[in-house]
C-alpha cells in the first residue's frame, strides 16, 4: 500500500511539472555525454600516446639537386656522405637503429599513405622523393643528441623529430577533452539547479498533501521519498539518453578516428562501457542529492 502511494505520488509529481521534468532530463543527458565524451577522449589520448610514442623516430631528410637547404648546395649526397651519416648515426648517444629508405621504398610508403589521394599520385614520381635515414630511439625523450648531430651536416636537407609533429595533434586533443570536461561540469550544475527548482515547485503544488502526511505521523524520510525518486528518476533516464549519445559517439567519431592515427589503439567497447556506467551513476547520484538538498532545506514538514 505504501509502495502504491509512493509511486503515485511520483508519477503525479512527473505528470504535474513535465517541462521542467523534459529540461531536467535533456540537461542531464547532454551533461553526462558531454563529461563521457571527455572521459572516452582521456582513455584514446592516453592510449594513442602508448602506442604512438614507442614507435617516433626522427627522419633525417638527405640532399638531392633540388634541396633548397644551404647546407646541399645544390648537390645530391654522395654515397661516400651517406655512408659516413649513417656511420655518425649509429654512434650518437640513444639511437637503437638507423634504416636508410631510399626513393623506392620513399615513394611505397607514399602511395599507402595517400592512397586516397588519385590526383596526387597521379601528379608525383619515383623521382619526387627524397632519400632518408629513419632514426629509431631507444626513449622517445631523448631525441636532442641526434638533432644536434644531424643539424648542418653536409648533405642533409632536413631533420624532423615525429614527437613534435604527434605532440601537437596530442596537445589538440588535451585541449578538446579539458573543453568537453568544462562543458560538462557547467551541465552538471545547471541540471543540479533544474532539478532544486522542480523539487521546490513539486513541493509547493503538493504542501497540503505533505501537511497532512505529517499530522498523522509519517516520517520525514517517507515524505522526501517521493520527491527523491522523481530526482532519481530523470537523472536515470537522462543517463539512458547520454549512454545513445556515447553509442553514437563511438561508432561515428572515435571509429572514424582510429582509422586515421589510431591504428593500433582502438578504443574498446570495454572503455566505452565503464565511461557509461560512470556517467549513469553520477547523473543519478547527483539528481539525488540535489532533490534530497532541497528539501532539506525548502521543504516545511
Known sequence: MRANFIFSEVWIGLRRNLTMTIAVVITVAVG??????????NAQVGMMKDF???????SVFLCDKTSPAESCGGKAIT???????????????????????DQT????NFKQTYASNKALLAATTVKDMPTSFRVKLKDPDIYQPVIQAMQGQQGVSQVINQKELIGKFFGMLDTLRSGALTVAIILVLAAALLI???????????????????????????IQLPF????????????????VMLIV????????LSR?????AELGWDQVAQAITLTMVIGVVICVLASFVTLRRYLRV
Open 228 to 243: 527523491v525518486m522523481e530526482g532519481m528518476i530523470a537523472g536515470l533516464i537522462g543517463g539512458v539518453l547520454a549512454a
Open 52 to 58: 604512438w610514442y614507442d614507435k617516433v623516430e626522427i
Open 32 to 41: 553526462m555525454a558531454m563529461l563521457g565524451v571527455g572521459l572516452m577522449i
Open 260 to 264: 586515421f592515427v589510431a591504428i593500433g
Open 249 to 256: 559517439a563511438k561508432v561515428f567519431m572515435f571509429e572514424e
Open 79 to 101: 654515397p661516400q656522405q651517406t655512408a659516413a651519416l649513417k656511420d655518425k648515426l649509429l654512434k650518437t648517444t640513444g639511437v637503437a637503429d638507423v634504416i636508410y629508405e
Open 196 to 222: 532544486g527548482n522542480t523539487v521546490r515547485l513539486s513541493a509547493f503544488n503538493r504542501r497540503r498533501e505533505t501537511g497532512i502526511m505529517r499530522l498523522v505521523g509519517a516520517s520525514n524520510l517517507y
Open 105 to 108: 621504398q620513399a615513394y611505397e
